[in-house]
């Protein structure tokens, strides 16, 4: 015990005390808004419920009469509900690429990133998962996609792409949920201890007991690091088969093989590309300027200097081994992206994903600029938004039998319904920043300990 | 197949198949019409079939061939090709898409969802979609076909190759103890087509008419490169 206190006042050591003398400053920062709630606040969640109440009324509306008020017709069955799921469980891949894979190549600079974005998973694949149902045209119908026993042993189709789909959506969600919830476990112990009123008890439940015992942090530890490793896989997987929807089908200029890594690649794509703007929004608004710094915003450039390299590089082998096959009935589609009706939208896609990240992240000044970098964020994410379209419509408006050939643009419904998902991951998303601490404290804490040493 | 059925006729199962001669279809459209009456399909405003969304089971492509001024207007009917490997049925979540025995490509209403995933891997853009839960005007209300179901907003559906007929000739003749006979089965289109450009039949029974033609040098599948393998021969001379 002697020993112990000498060995923390000694003045050799005065760094380090320093260091210990930050904690209870990072635990006052970063709880600190959790309780502080503005008028603004109020305000911008009011405004997003009203979106979300104007997108389910859509849907409501949708569902008494028919998906017929989509502006879908033959043979362009799938328009921007299944866009949306796409684009959104690109986005969902935020979380566990940025803080599965830096947690796993023990990167320090994460700490500050890795709670804002586990958040935006869990939050994206809900958005994604409720544009299956909305897509359904017999929403009413959905669990024969379950497979439950039952008397007329019917059983779903599990050579169907949308069943790998569905069973891999739901793993994903059932993973990154653990993964969301055990760093959090530390956090909420904190926060139980710290808050009072209606919340106290909630944390208690959420915090599972955990007093922080030496055999706690290790069981903990060794679970983060197992779903780590997990949740890359999952991630991996999970938008390879996102891919194989497209990859399987006869539709042409979906049916390649490049698919699945196009798709994975172009899911990290925006996911990271999602997280820059939540570090900027959130380092803006919950004043976390000591927390999230430049040094973060310049790293998460660097990283998506190599995504957007990959992307265009798998961009670029696609359409490369489709021009080289000259297959008609894909140079038809390729034509009319190129040089054809959607040749405006196209260009802007590949301006938005590539040219623009590439030439702005490539300028180091303009990676340590928060404010470009969540620009570069949004316009990064419109364009993952376009290509998501530019997939899915052209290659089936251009079906082998020229007779069949149309266009297509969405309705005010799907359009309704698409504002408002944008306005329901926002609005879940302030909502859990007044619930969970956005930096996760116990791991930036960690980071400040051993990184004085 | 592995599959035995103790109503199996003698002889074997049938396997139904369809032969379209190019070279006498005119383009009359009178198969579309009779297949519109005898499958209860919906009637699309002007505003729908503007939108992209008439339901034609049959439909008749229009093609133009060769240069002008020696152009030739050709008719060609479009309809399920029924494919004995088919695109639509691996990829429905339900198996509300599914193969018959014989050699039919079926839509289970009932089962269907509405993921709308068979129709847009069908490479012939023959699978109709309800939009809306379908209505009929006086006095076309009165004339829907007791033996077809109607069918409901939200699902998929198609040409059945006139499955209530056949399924009633199948009936009479298994009572009877026999096969069926070649021709006693003619699905509406076939019925209604004046220049016998469309011909039905069993396909293991190779003197029936539609094996016969389908042997012809005049015969190819419909996008055939594919490997679809359809049940439906396309006949026209070469030029």
Request: aromatic share 14%.
């Amino acid at each position: 015990m002697e020993a112990r206190k000498e060995y923390f006042s000694s003045s050799r050591l005065d760094g380090e005390n320093e260091t210990w003398k930050q904690i209870p400053q990072i635990n006052n920062d970063l709880l600190a808004p959790l309780h502080q709630f503005s008028g603004k606040y109020w305000a911008l969640i009011a405004f997003l419920s009203l979106v979300v109440a104007a997108g389910a009324a859509a849907w409501i509306y949708q569902i008494e009469t028919g998906i017929g008020q989509t502006h879908l017709h033959l043979p362009i069955y799938w328009g921007i509900y299944i866009a949306s799921f796409v684009y959104w469980i690109g986005v969902s891949h935020s979380g566990t690429f940025i803080s599965g894979v830096l947690r796993l190549s023990h990167a320090e600079w994460r700490r500050p990133i890795t709670r804002i974005s586990e958040l935006m998973t869990l939050f994206s694949i809900v958005v994604a998962a409720l544009f299956i149902f909305i897509h359904l045209g017999r929403v009413w119908r959905f669990y024969y996609l379950i497979p439950y026993p039952n008397q007329r042993e019917i059983w779903p189709n599990f050579r169907s792409p949308l069943m790998w789909d569905a069973t891999a959506i739901f793993t994903y969600a059932v993973s990154s949920t653990i993964y969301l919830y055990l760093p959090l476990i530390p956090d909420f112990a904190l926060a139980r201890d710290r808050m009072s009123g209606w919340r106290r008890p909630l944390y208690g439940l959420l915090s599972v007991g955990w007093s922080g015992t030496q055999i706690q942090w290790r069981w903990l530890l060794m679970a983060v690091r197992i779903v780590s490793i997990l949740i890359v896989l999952v991630m991996v997987s999970v938008h390879s088969i996102v891919g194989f929807d497209f990859a399987v089908a006869l539709v042409p200029g979906w049916h390649s093989t490049v698919m699945a890594p196009y798709f994975v690649v172009g899911a990290v794509h925006s996911g990271v590309a999602m997280v820059a703007v939540g570090l900027y929004l959130a380092r803006r608004y919950n004043r976390l300027d000591r927390y999230i710094g430049l040094e973060h915003f310049d790293k998460l450039g660097k990283i998506m200097i190599a995504i957007t390299l990959s992307w265009g590089y798998l961009y670029f082998v696609d359409r490369l081994v489709t021009w080289y096959g000259k297959t008609p009935e894909e140079m038809e589609v390729i034509d009319s992206l190129f040089y054809g009706q959607y040749a405006s939208v196209q260009w802007f896609m590949v301006f938005c994903n590539f040219i623009y990240p590439i030439v702005a992240l490539s300028v180091p000044s303009y990676r340590t600029w928060p404010l470009g970098m969540m620009l570069v964020g949004l316009i990064i994410n419109i364009g993952m938004y376009l290509e998501r379209i530019m997939i899915i419509v052209p290659g089936l408006g251009h079906p082998r039998l020229h007779y069949a050939w149309t266009r297509y643009f969405p309705s005010w419904v799907e359009l309704t319904i698409l504002s408002a998902s944008f306005a329901f991951f926002a609005l879940i998303y302030l909502l859990a920043a007044k619930f969970v601490p956005l930096i996760s404290i116990w791991e930036e804490k960690e980071g400040r300990i051993h990184g004085a040493k | 197949m592995d599959y035995t059925d103790q109503n199996a006729p003698p002889g074997g199962p049938y396997r139904w198949g369809m032969a379209v001669d190019l070279d006498r279809c005119t383009g009359c459209e009178a198969c579309v019409v009779a297949c519109h009456a005898e499958n209860n399909i919906r009637i699309s405003s002007e505003e729908e079939a503007a939108q992209g969304r008439q339901v034609n089971w049959i439909r008749i492509e229009r093609y133009w061939e060769g240069d002008y001024p020696e152009v030739r207007l050709k008719f060609m009917p479009v309809f399920c090709q029924h494919c004995g490997s088919a695109p639509c049925e691996p990829v429905c979540p339900v198996y509300a898409s599914y193969h018959t025995p014989d050699g039919l490509n079926a839509q289970v209403y009932n089962r269907c969802i509405g993921v709308r995933y068979c129709g847009n891997n069908c490479p012939y853009s023959v699978r109709y979609f309800n939009w809306f839960e379908p209505h009929w005007e006086e006095p076309l209300n009165a004339q829907l076909n007791p033996d077809v179901t109607v069918r409901s907003v939200g699902v998929m559906e198609k040409c059945t190759f006139c499955v209530q007929r056949i399924r009633k000739a199948q009936q009479t003749a298994q009572r009877e103890g026999r096969r069926v006979q070649d021709g006693e089965i003619t699905p509406a289109c076939v019925q209604s087509c004046p220049s016998d450009a469309l011909v039905f039949g069993d396909r293991n029974d190779p003197k029936s008419r539609v094996a016969q033609m389908m042997k012809s040098d005049r015969g190819s599948k419909l996008l055939g490169s594919l490997g679809t393998e359809p049940a439906v021969t396309y006949l026209k001379k070469e030029k």
